[in-house]
Each structure stands twice: as C-alpha cells, then as structure tokens.
C-alpha cells in the first residue's frame, strides 16, 4: 500500500459539508477515524466473529491500527431533514452501510451500535433511526461526544469488549473518558498508489539531480516514461508516509527546507524530516513534509532552479502537484465479492418500460394476441478502491459482475467482465429485453400491457489481486482489500394489464 494524507487535528465542526464525489442520493460528506485517545487505537468495524448468543456482525471494536484501512475509515453525512441540529449519520467505508442502534443480550441494558442498515432513516421517532448528535466533551477539550438521537443514549466504548455501545446517562464514569472521541478529519485525502512520478505547476516532472554534490529532486523532466523519474511510496499506519527515490535509493529528507534524497531506511525510521502527508486540493495534490509542517513546492534561489523545497505555509499554486502512476500495464484479477457486506438502496418503480396493445374489433367472441414488449434499460457498474487515490490507469480486468436480482436478492454473473478498464470510471450497459406475452382481448376492446419494474443500486465490498508492470519491465503483485463495488440496475419485471372499451 501506498501513504495517505495523514491524521489531521480535530474537526471543530463535524456536520459541516466538505465537497465530495459521492453515489446518487447521497448528501456532502466527511471521511473522518475515529479515536479515543491521542495515542491510542482506532475504531474498527469488524464483519466476523461468531459469538453464541451476542450480536457481532457489524460491530465497531478498539483495535485498529490502519487508518488506510477501509474498515477503520468512516463517512459523516449531514442529516437532510433536520438542518442546524447538529444531527448525522454515520456511514462504514468498507461496505457503505449505516451504523445503527441494536439491542442485544450482552449490551447491559443499552445496545450495539454496529454497521447493518442499508438506508439511512431520518425519522427521530424510530427506533430505526440512524441519525447521531455531536456534543463538545465537558471533560476534555478537542473531543466529542455522539448522542444516538432517538435513544438519548451517549455511545461509549465497553471496557470489557472494547466494543462501540449505547448507554443511559453521560455514558461511563467522568474520570474513565470511554465516551469522550477524537475525529480526525481524512475527506480531502485518499491513499496514494505506490509507484508515482510528480508533475509541477511548470508542466515538468520531478527528476533526480546532484547540484553542488546533493542529491536533489528538480522539476526539468519533459516526459514521465523514465524509470529514473519513479519514486516508490512507503506508507505507515497513522497515515503519514515517506518517499523512496528509485534512482538514488535513498528516502527523501528536508534539509534545511530543500529535498534531498540522501537518508537510508536506518537513519529515516526516527527521522521527522522524511515524513510527509498528502492533501488532496482539486484534482492536485500538495506534499506537507512533517518537519516543519510546510507544503512543499517548486522553488528556484540559492543556485537551484525549480528543485524542491518545503517552504510554503499555504498550499501556493507552485505547491500543487500532479500524480502519476508509474506503470506500463496492469491487471486485475481473482476478485472475491463479500456479499455478506452487500447494501441495496435507492430503490425506485421504473413504470412504462416497455409497452405493447392489441385490440379486438369482433362483438361477439373474445380472441388471444400475442404482443412482443420491447424493453430497453441501462446497468451501470463501477469497480474501484473505496480508499486508495485513483488516477484513471486502464487495467485489464477479469471480473464478474454483481447485480440485484429477485426479491432484492444479490447476484454475481461469474467473468461477464473480461478487457481492458478505466479504474474507477463508471461503465453502462444498455440491456435488451423482448418478452412474448399472450394477452385475453374481449370483444370491442383495447388492451394494454405495460412492463414495470424496481431500480436500485448496490455496493458490494471485494478482494483482488492487482499485478503490476513497471517502467523498467518489473512485475510486481498486491493483495488488495479495499475494493468497492457500485452498481444500478432493473429487477422484479411486473406486467400491468388495462383494459379499455372501444366504442
């Protein structure tokens, strides 16, 4: 895996919308982990574990490590119908489902919070309800709290389970803090992929140069085919990252405010100076080195042109960068679909989808048409990485497809996929139905059938593994598990007769 914009400090205002690319139906909002204490582990939603007697499936433990992980990254989306109350819902990103409240025999008189709701309810008056209010912690500063909003009851961590639950009061003791979060905010971020090249505001890419006998990194590459260009990124639990020049084989360090690529793994471990986040601005990104917590840009004094250097305080226009993936091809393969992690929603009555009448001009006997219905709709499917940063590489991809069958059921057409695609890009497939369908045709009648049916989308989370070639020919494979399947499609096909007299 790749580095990821880093844990950044709390948010002071956890409804409020950041811009996003999100499904249909969905509102604004923030990508945030969750902590209960500065150094302490992430919530984690967890889908296995059986345990006799207790609800497990879906539950929230503290013991996660990984905030590139999908299961400990979390969606905050504003409430649509309760603006100014500071109320939410909170969303998994490995699955996309909704945390809800569940009573069960192990929760002490409250309940569960856990992942399980496909569709968020808005209705306060629900038990149902998936809607949260953040209050500021009485007890320490920078830290919240979450309400269930039809419960009344503050979420707090079991000290016996560690596990997410809700409980009467203020939750547990002032002096435990169990129900006191920290949110750190991730929505402007995404993990980068591991090989990259760098691009500057001066349309030139970043390169490896030694002026003066320093090994800096300097924005004078026209074209990105260059194995020297590539730098490899090595990524670390709490997000932050560091920076392997293929070309030297060194990490990239700040010295004073100039990158050098100068430090071996050794010397980098205990090294602040290597450490950098990535922060999503636009459709670019800006490197902040955690030295001194400045951006780094193209900067030119001091004899060196256009070479990089930590020096901005603010995300400038010469701090915005362009990624590219360094990779000649790739494939995708040996996808595995959690279907348990399934979510449905969306669901609308598609009506006149086909429509076909015949008439009977007899006034004495009634008579059988056969009509043909001609029915036409449109599937759409994306296959992308719920958390790491896409930059539209095309890979060659085998795959199947999943689809809301009967009932709302899920289906997977096993290798209906098979070619080359744009990661992350959303593909249509228009579907052809022509049904035959006998119909009773009374005497000075018309009639008409009219085919019906349910749209919906759904999200399905899989496993695959990614192969990639490199510039210099080098074959490399990940064991991925952050894949995120959307889809939409038609199901549930009805057929409705009217009739009408024909005088």
Same mark, same amino acid.
């Given at each position: ?18 811009? #996003? ?57 504003? #409430? ?27 929760? &002490? ?15 306060? %008056? ?15 500063? &920078? ?66 140069? @030694? ?7 300097? $924005? ?20 932050? $990252?560091?920076?392997? #020049? ?56 001091? &004899? ?80 992308? %990485?719920?958390?790491?940063? #896409? ?34 890009? %959303? ?75 024909? @005088?």
């Amino acid at each position: 895996m790749g580095g990821c914009v880093g844990v950044a400090g709390e948010v002071d205002d956890p409804v409020e919308e950041v811009a #996003s690319e999100v499904p249909p139906g969905l509102t604004a909002q923030r990508c945030v982990a969750f902590q209960w204490e500065p150094d302490g582990k992430y919530l984690r939603y967890s889908r296995q574990g059986k345990e006799e007697g207790a609800v497990t499936d879906g539950l929230l433990q503290l013991d996660g490590e990984d905030v590139t992980s999908p299961h400990t990254r979390f969606f905050l989306e504003p #409430s649509k119908e309760h603006d100014g109350q500071r109320l939410l819902h909170v969303r998994c990103c490995y699955d996309n489902k909704y945390l809800a409240a569940v009573q069960g025999p192990h929760s &002490g008189g409250g309940a569960w919070i856990i992942g399980a709701t496909d569709e968020a309810e808005e209705d306060l %008056s629900k038990a149902t309800c998936t809607l949260f209010k953040t209050t500021a912690s009485d007890r320490r500063p &920078g830290y919240v709290r979450f309400v269930h909003a039809h419960l009344g009851m503050y979420a707090c961590m079991s000290e016996q389970t560690l596990r997410l639950s809700l409980q009467e009061g203020d939750g547990l003791d002032a002096a435990s803090g169990h129900g006191d979060i920290i949110i750190h905010d991730l929505s402007r971020s995404l993990v980068l992929p591991r090989y990259l090249v760098f691009k500057g505001d001066n349309g030139m890419y970043l390169r490896p140069r @030694i002026i003066g006998r320093q090994k800096y990194v300097q $924005f004078s590459a026209a074209g990105a085919a260059d194995q020297s260009l590539v730098n490899t990124v090595h990524g670390n639990q709490d997000g932050t $990252f560091r920076v392997w #020049s293929n070309h030297f084989g060194k990490f990239w360090r700040r010295s004073p405010n100039w990158i050098f690529c100068d430090s071996d793994a050794a010397a980098a471990a205990g090294d602040v100076d290597t450490l950098f986040r990535a922060t999503r601005f636009g459709s670019s990104v800006a490197l902040q080195n955690l030295g001194n917590n400045w951006y780094c840009k193209r900067l030119t004094t001091e &004899g060196k042109n256009n070479c990089l250097n930590a020096g901005a305080p603010t995300i400038t226009a010469d701090a915005r960068l362009r990624l590219e993936e360094a990779v000649v091809s790739r494939e995708i393969y040996d996808v595995v679909f959690d279907l348990s992690g399934t979510r449905v929603y969306g669901k609308t009555s598609v009506v006149g989808m086909a429509t076909a009448s015949a008439h009977n001009d007899d006034t004495a006997s009634s008579t059988t048409a056969e009509l043909t219905l001609e029915c036409r709709h449109t599937e759409r499917r994306t296959w992308a %990485s719920s958390v790491t940063m #896409s930059l539209g590489v095309t890979a060659k991809i085998h795959a199947g497809v999943p689809h809301v069958a009967a009932g709302g059921n899920m289906e997977v057409a096993e290798d209906e996929l098979s070619g080359l695609y744009s990661w992350g890009s %959303s593909m249509e497939k228009e579907t052809r139905k022509d049904v035959a369908y006998q119909v009773t045709v009374p005497p000075k009648t018309k009639v008409t059938v009219t085919m019906v049916a349910t749209r919906a989308y759904c999200d399905v989370p899989f496993s695959y593994k990614q192969r990639d070639t490199l510039f210099d020919g080098q074959q490399v494979t990940h064991d991925m598990n952050d894949g995120l399947y959307t889809g939409e499609n038609c199901f549930d096909f009805e057929y409705v007769i009217t009739s009408q007299e024909m @005088i």
